[in-house]
């Protein structure tokens, strides 16, 4: 029965009593607070301090190490970085110690290594410089094997089985290669390193090390492929990476009365609005003044930490947004994406909001991605991957972009993989993100330089150069060599490929890390199939046009240009021998696949053991991840809608029996109808929740291995979710609105 009275915490933290019908009360009190809002200052003032002033401040950058460092010094910390040499004990101790001198001058009082173990999070602990006090008074002291080396317990991170057959043993390791930064926090500062994390047995645990080690794997075919070809300056090959970043604002207030977005960081219930994004309105729209002071005080945080944030606007959904940097390293590029997540998380709740990096946080509208750019550049700056105004005799960039070609039809399982996460899965396939088929887009302009390559006929060149506008004093617009493609998952833009497919939340670590893995092999492929040629006395021409000829001829079958959300698609796809694997269940098994344990050993990314862990972590996450949802579905259920939808069917009941007592011989035909109605789905709660309930335990008893567990998980537990959550849906636009407990997507997307 439903309870006259209950005590609850409001979110202001006071314990407060009211009647049931408060739920609705709630929502009101929560809309006031967003009202009285005002939009919040951010520290910098850019009429007194440039952004060249302030960009880096917080980064041990290598132009602060050149000032701070003996010359010597520096100079091998600079072989290290670009050679990658390792540098000598006593000299890290230099190091550490500049680097410590410099952050207590700019009030740090703590230091952590910070690593980014399976959670898909950053870790860290900070310790303090204090070594000693006593006599002598406090000390600070940070040695090089401070900077070096950690030692934090690995027992409490996940790995996937690698723990149980070594010891519970971790380290962290310095990564010189992304510089030490100073995180600000409203009472003081941490300086934070950036590390690797392994088992005492040297098993990666982190995102880090294999994203690495597939750097230099690129490095070294890169080089060696560019070699081949003749080019003579370039010693080193990088992987570049600019991810766009959408995520959605929430205000506060709401946030706090939505156990699911705090705990799912998604909205488990609620019926879709009237008005969604069906208007087209919000995309590029004006950004409103709450919302903008909040961007420019994440982008002022983010320069002092040399976060080089770009482009800011409004987002396809309702209070959906999006942020994307100038590119960078990818390493680089993969630790300032998760700085900056923190950032927006931290600097929202200084403006009332809540950041939701969910892929998929309310359904009925889109969801967030990440679209991750991807290129090769050499050590002079050269983008591998820019075509030039003549791409058909740009033998180099062909050659680069055969070999992605070759590596996205090769491993588009792997890289689906990737990308699979059991909050991805709402949002792939679906009619706002690229399907789970993965294909390249190359546009017009490329795809008749690749067809012209594979029948031999002559490239008919650019037509089309200048815009015609029809309006005669506008100046000449010129025009891209491709269109864009939304719909395609991994799609050439220009200079780049776009890998389309990651989720919001996702570190781009593991993405980039298959990414880079599976072109090193390409690019080892065309290496030795042009090194034969060559040793067999060919000319290196005539090699180069027959080993692309071949390699894009085997490989055509993945590139698409057309629409990749249309059913036609799906059914050529299937034609063509494509993987569509739909769900993270489909897809993660591929991961210990024998050609996945051979791709990786060969390049050393990952070993089988360290495979096989993460595959067991994502597996185990994708579990856990239903779990929660389960439950929090059954609670919230049970305990918050079941009983509105009670009140409200008594409130009916006794409003017809009352009418019914007061005048005889009313016809209540139609409101006892709409009685009934409200039973009935009220029932249906009640038994799919139930239901849910019995699901859910069984599932939790299964001891089965892994794979059958998530399976168990995708096949019985979301549709006992979705039934919970269809008909809590229909109830919500039909309990009065005044008890209703959850605030309503109208809301939370709208009022902000
Ligand atoms: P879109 O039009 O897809 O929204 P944006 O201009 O917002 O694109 O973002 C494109 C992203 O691609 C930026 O982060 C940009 O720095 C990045 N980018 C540009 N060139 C390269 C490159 N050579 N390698 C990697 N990323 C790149
Ligand atoms: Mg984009």
Known sequence: MVQATTTHTNHRGSASQHNSASGGMNRQRAIQTVQGREPVKSSIDYTKTSVTEVFGTNVFSRQTMRTLLPRTVYKALVRCLDQGESLEPHLADVVANAMKDWAIARGATHFTHWFHPMTGLTAEKHDSFLVSSGEEGAILEFSGKNLIQGEPDASSFPSGGIRSTFEARGYTGWDPTSPAFIMESINGKTLCIPTVFCAYSGHALDKKTPLLRSIDAVNKQGTRLLKNLGNKTAKRVICTVGPEQEYFLIDESFYHLRPDLINCGRALFGAKPPKGQEMEDHYWGSI?????SFMMDTESELYKLGVPVKTRHNEVAPAQFEVAPVFESSNIATDHNMVLMEV???????HGFRCLFHEKPFSGVNGSGKHNNWSLADDEGNNLLEPGSTPTENKQFI??????????NKYGALLRASIATAANDHRLGANEAPPAIMSIYLGDRLSAVVDSIITGKADPGNSLKTLQTGVSNLPELFRDDSDRNRTSPFAFTGNKFEFRAVGSSQSIGWPNTIL??????????????IEAGVKAGKDLN???????KTTLTENQRVLFNGDNYSRDWHEEAARRGLPNLRNTVEALPVLVAPETQELFEKYR?????E????????????????NIEALMTIQIGATMILPAALEYQSKLANTIVQTKNAVSGLDLGPQEKYLREVVERTNKLKTSL??????????DDSDSDVLHHASFYQSKVIPAITAVRTVADELETMVDDSLWPLPKFREMLYIY
């Open 542 to 548: 005539t090699v180069v046009t027959e080993v692309v």
């Open 605 to 609: 990314v990952l070993s089988k053991d």
């Open 516 to 529: 880079n893995t599976m072109a090193a092999e390409s690019l080892d492929y065309l290496s030795t199939q």
């Open 399 to 408: 050659v680069f972009l055969t070999a992605v070609i070759r590596a996205v």
């Open 288 to 292: 409103r003044e709450r919302v903008l």
């Open 690 to 699: 139930e239901q849910l309930d019995a699901i859910s335990r069984e599932a």
């Open 344 to 350: 927006f998380k931290k600097t929202a709740q200084k």
């Open 611 to 626: 495979l096989h862990s993460r595959s067991n972590v994502m597996l185990e996450g994708y579990c856990k991840t239903i």
